[in-house]
C-alpha cells in the first residue's frame, strides 16, 4: 500500500496545563471512563467498566513492571549525575535475563550532567539492600553511545536488587515534578509482573483487584502479553514528514498459551493500552514474516506493515504459522521486538477495541487513536476536555470501540 501523507497538525489540541493530572486519584477506579461506540459518547467510571464489555470479550493487558530506571551517583566534588536506564546492551540485550544478573551489566542511558563525569572516572554510591550495604559503581564505556557499565560488590545480589533498592521511579516528564512516594506504588499496575519498563502502561492503572472479580464473574476472560515500555514513548514528533519520526525499538515477549488463548477466542480482542495494541498487531506482522521466509528476524520495522503486498494472510493464518514456527523451536515464549508505527491509513488486524488514557496532542498516541476512531477523536478529545476529564498518565480513561 502506498503510504499515506500526515499532517500533524490536524492532530494537535489545546491541553491546558491544569488538565493534566500530576498526581493520581485516592482510588484507581473511580477514575472517569468515557465509551465511544458506534460514534456515540457516553460517560461512566472506571468501575463500571465489567457492565460495558460485551461476554465474549478477551482482554489484553500488558504486564511489564516498571523499573526504578533514574539512578543517581554524586561525585567525589559534589557534581550529580543522573543515569537513565534505556536498553540492555550486554552480556544480553533480554531485559527479564539482565535483570537477574549477578555480575556486571551494560546499558544504553541518558546521561545527566555528562560533561562532568570524566572519561576514567568511576562513579560510587552505597546502597542497602536488606541487612547488606552494597557498593553499586558505574563506568563509562563509551561516551558518544551513552554506554554505562554497573557493577556491585556482592555475587548473591541480582541488578534488578539493585536497581530496586538505588533508583527512582521514571516519571514522565510531563508531571514535571520529582517523584514521591506514592509513585512507588501508584505509577504500577496492580497486575505489573515482569520488570523492565521505564514508563507504565498507564492504560492498566485504573484496575483493581474487585473489578477483576466483576469482570470474572460476567465471564470476561483475561490474558497477558509483555512489552517493556522504553523512553521514546515520550519522544514528541519532530520530523518534518510524520513517518520519518524515529520509533524506539521496544522489547516483547508473548507466551505459546496467551497465542493459543487468541487463536480459540471467537469474540471481541480488546487491547488494555496503546502498548498491547503494538504487541497483539506485532505479533500478527510476525507471522506474515514467517509465511514470507523471515520467521528468524522478530523485529517488526516500523513501516513494516505499508509495505506493498498482493494479499495478506488472515488473522488465524499468522497466528497458526506463529505457533507452528515455536512449536519447530519447542519454543514455549517467543521474545523479539517492534517499532511498529500505527498511523490512519493503518488496518486493524487483531483488535476490535482499546482502553486507554487520553494522550499528548500530536503524539504517536494520538496518532494510533485516530487510526481507531477516524476523525471522531477530535469529538471525543473535546468532550473529555468539556466534561473535565483528567490528561495524560494519572488521568482518565476511555474504552474505544472500532465500528
Same mark, same amino acid.
Given at each position: 500500500?502506498?503510504?499515506p501523507?500526515?499532517d ?9 496545563e491544569?488538565?493534566?493530572?500530576? %498526581? ?5 477506579? *473511580? /477514575?472517569?471512563?468515557? $465509551?465511544?461506540?458506534?460514534g ?9 467498566? #465489567?457492565?460495558?464489555?460485551?461476554? &465474549? ?29 534505556l ?5 544480553t ?10 555480575? #556486571? ?22 546502597i ?15 561516551? &558518544? ?7 556491585w ?25 520529582? #517523584?514521591?512516594?506514592? *509513585? ?6 496492580? !497486575? /505489573? ?14 484496575f ?8 470474572? /464473574? ?19 514528533? +519532530? ?13 516483547i ?42 520467521? *528468524? =528476524?522478530?523485529?517488526?520495522?516500523? $513501516?513494516?506493515?505499508?509495505k ?15 505457533? *507452528?514456527?515455536?512449536?519447530? +523451536? ?10 511498529? %508505527?500505527i498511523?490512519?491509513? !493503518? ?10 488514557? %487520553? ?17 471522531r477523536?477530535?469529538?471525543?478529545y473535546?468532550?473529555? $476536555?468539556?466534561? =473535565? !476529564?483528567?490528561f495524560?498518565?494519572?488521568? =482518565?480513561?476511555?474504552l474505544?470501540w472500532?465500528?
Open positions: 500500500m502506498q503510504i501523507k500526515i500533524l497538525k490536524a492532530y494537535e489540541y489545546t491541553l491546558p491544569e488538565r493534566i493530572a500530576k %498526581f493520581p486519584l485516592e482510588k484507581r477506579s *473511580d /477514575s472517569k471512563l468515557l $465509551l465511544c461506540k458506534k456515540e459518547i457516553s460517560h461512566f467510571h472506571f468501575y463500571d467498566l #465489567p457492565d460495558l464489555l460485551p461476554a &465474549d470479550t478477551l482482554l489484553v493487558y500488558n504486564d511489564t513492571k516498571v523499573i526504578p530506571a533514574r539512578l543517581i551517583f554524586q561525585r567525589e566534588t559534589g557534581a550529580r549525575i543522573e543515569i537513565f536506564l536498553q540492555p546492551i550486554a552480556p540485550t533480554v531485559i527479564p535475563e539482565i535483570m537477574l544478573a549477578k555480575h #556486571p551489566v551494560t546499558w544504553e542511558t541518558m546521561i545527566g550532567n555528562a560533561k562532568k563525569w570524566k572519561d576514567e572516572e568511576v562513579l560510587k554510591g552505597k542497602q539492600i536488606g541487612s547488606k550495604e552494597v557498593i553499586l559503581e558505574a563506568k563509562l564505556k563509551n561516551r &558518544d553511545e551513552k554506554l554505562v557499565e554497573f557493577s560488590n556482592d555475587p548473591e545480589i541480582s541488578f534488578v536488587d539493585v536497581v530496586e533498592a538505588s533508583g527512582e521511579v521514571p516519571l514522565p516528564p510531563y508531571l514535571n515534578r520529582k #517523584p514521591v512516594e506514592e *509513585d512507588k506504588n501508584r505509577y504500577q499496575t496492580v !497486575y /505489573s509482573e515482569k520488570e523492565g519498563a521505564v514508563a507504565a502502561p498507564t492504560a492498566g492503572l485504573h483493581t483487584s474487585e473489578v477483576f472479580e466483576k469482570l470474572e /464473574s460476567k465471564g470476561i476472560q483475561k490474558t497477558q502479553v509483555t512489552l517493556h515500555v522504553s523512553a521514546g514513548t515520550f519522544q514528541p514528533i +519532530k520530523a518534518t514528514e510524520v513517518t520519518e519520526h524515529p520509533m524506539h525499538s521496544e522489547q515477549v508473548i507466551t505459546l498459551q496467551t497465542i493459543e488463548k487468541i487463536l480459540s477466542h471467537q469474540g471481541n480482542v480488546v487491547a488494555v493500552g496503546t502498548t498491547s495494541v503494538r504487541t497483539l498487531e506485532s505479533l500478527y506482522w510476525y507471522g506474515v514474516k514467517i509465511l514470507e521466509g523471515k520467521g *528468524d =528476524d522478530f523485529l517488526i520495522e516500523k $513501516l513494516f506493515p505499508y506493498d503486498r498482493n494479499s495478506y494472510p488472515t488473522v488465524q493464518n499468522a497466528l497458526e504459522a506463529v505457533l *507452528d514456527f515455536m512449536k519447530s +523451536k519447542s519454543a514455549k515464549t517467543l521474545i523479539g521486538a517492534t517499532e511498529i %508505527f498511523f490512519p491509513g !493503518y488496518q486493524f488486524k487483531v483488535i476490535k477495541g482499546l482502553i486507554t488514557n %487520553f494522550h499528548q496532542p500530536g503524539s504517536t498516541l494520538v496518532l494510533l487513536i485516530a487510526t481507531i476512531l477516524d476523525d477523536w477530535k469529538k471525543v473535546q468532550e473529555a $476536555l468539556e466534561k =473535565d !476529564y483528567r495524560l498518565s494519572y488521568g =482518565d480513561s476511555s474505544l472500532m465500528d
